[in-house]
């Protein structure tokens, strides 16, 4: 009774790691989808600032539920100062690349962010990858280079701004799981967000543009999911391993190649696809593996 009450708790957070990831990661691409439309009349540090001032509304109903004020009291300032140049770093990264990128393309070059975590995963969070799962990472880069080259939209320069942005994007995910152990994810979420608009803010002199009613609204909306998509990722590595719960990331190229489809009138070539469908297998073979050490708790894989 014991050792099946122990499996029970022991496989029901991964089970919600793995829905808070679907949920993050459908959100972060409509997110995307709002940004890139917003980049036609913006600049990128604009961008964060006005869609900053809505990512509080839910962060300020987050704060309430987790209990107020205190909640925010962060336990590692200098994780969180780090966590927030990050995400900046990134987001200035993305966003710029969605300028010159289609949608689909952008999201399958930073698809790698998944594969960057895995490998990232055993030297800084000391989980172990086996070395089949490390042929699996290898697999998914030559998939993220397939999807690189064959498309001519993507072998442009900007092509390296979605990549760069996957590695950050990485390093802030290992940094999330480590800090989450002590720190509230309303915390993360918010010393976060306020570095983002504090450092959109900081570009308002030089770039800032008046900003049509219509066009706020779209600015909230980003705001809004956002901050949903942001505390689902928090979430996300709180309840489970990271190399675990990547993989799934990748159900966004679903929802890219939807919208920008029907927004833009994209559709992914034959290149694209088979560079997707490679990383995505990818992904599939290390959540295969890593699925049976969670359970089992094997060290050998």
């Given at each position: 009774m014991k050792n099946s009450e122990l499996m029970r708790r022991t496989s029901s957070a991964p089970g919600k790691a793995v829905v808070c990831m679907l949920l993050g990661?459908?959100?972060?691409?409509?997110?995307?989808?709002?940004?890139?439309?917003?980049?036609?009349?913006?600049?990128?540090?604009?961008?964060?600032?006005?869609?900053?001032?809505?990512?509080?509304?839910?962060?300020?109903?987050?704060?309430?539920?987790?209990?107020g004020i205190s909640s925010l009291r962060p336990i590692q300032p200098v994780g969180h100062f780090i966590r927030a140049g990050?995400?900046?770093?990134?987001?200035?990264?993305?966003?710029?690349?969605?300028?010159?990128?289609?949608?689909?393309?952008?999201?399958?070059?930073?698809?790698?962010?998944?594969?960057?975590?895995?490998?990232?995963?055993?030297?800084?969070?000391?989980?172990?990858?086996?070395?089949?799962?490390?042929?699996a990472v290898l697999a998914g880069f030559v998939g993220i280079v397939v999807i690189m080259q064959p498309s001519g939209s993507a072998m442009q320069w900007a092509a390296l701004l979605p990549l760069g942005a996957s590695l950050t994007g990485a390093f802030r995910d290992i940094l999330t799981r480590r800090l989450s152990a002590r720190e509230t994810s309303v915390a993360l979420l918010f010393y976060t967000s306020l570095g983002m608009t504090l450092a959109g803010l900081a570009t308002a002199p030089f770039v800032w543009k008046a900003v049509p009613l219509a066009d706020w609204g779209m600015f909230?909306?980003?705001?809004?999911?956002?901050?949903?998509?942001?505390?689902?990722?928090?979430?996300?590595?709180?309840?489970?391993?990271?190399?675990?719960?990547a993989p799934f990331k990748y159900s966004s190229v679903i929802w890219a190649a939807a919208l920008g489809y029907f927004v833009w009138g994209d559709i992914p070539d034959a290149g694209t696809l088979s560079g997707v469908a490679i990383v995505i297998f990818a992904g599939l073979y290390i959540l295969h593996r890593e699925r049976g050490w969670v359970l089992t708790s094997s060290a050998t894989l």
């Open positions: 990661a459908m959100f972060l691409t409509a997110n995307d989808a709002v940004m890139k439309w917003l980049t036609d009349g913006y600049s990128v540090g604009q961008i964060m600032a006005c869609r900053g001032f809505f990512v509080f509304i839910p962060l300020s109903l987050l704060i309430w539920r987790a209990g990050l995400v900046i770093a990134g987001t200035f990264m993305f966003v710029t690349g969605l300028r010159y990128l289609t949608l689909t393309d952008a999201i399958a070059i930073a698809f790698a962010g998944p594969l960057f975590i895995t490998a990232l995963a055993a030297p800084l969070l000391g989980e172990k990858v086996g070395w089949r799962r490390w042929m909230a909306l980003s705001g809004m999911i956002t901050g949903c998509a942001h505390f689902l990722m928090i979430e996300t590595f709180r309840m489970g391993e990271a190399a675990m719960v």
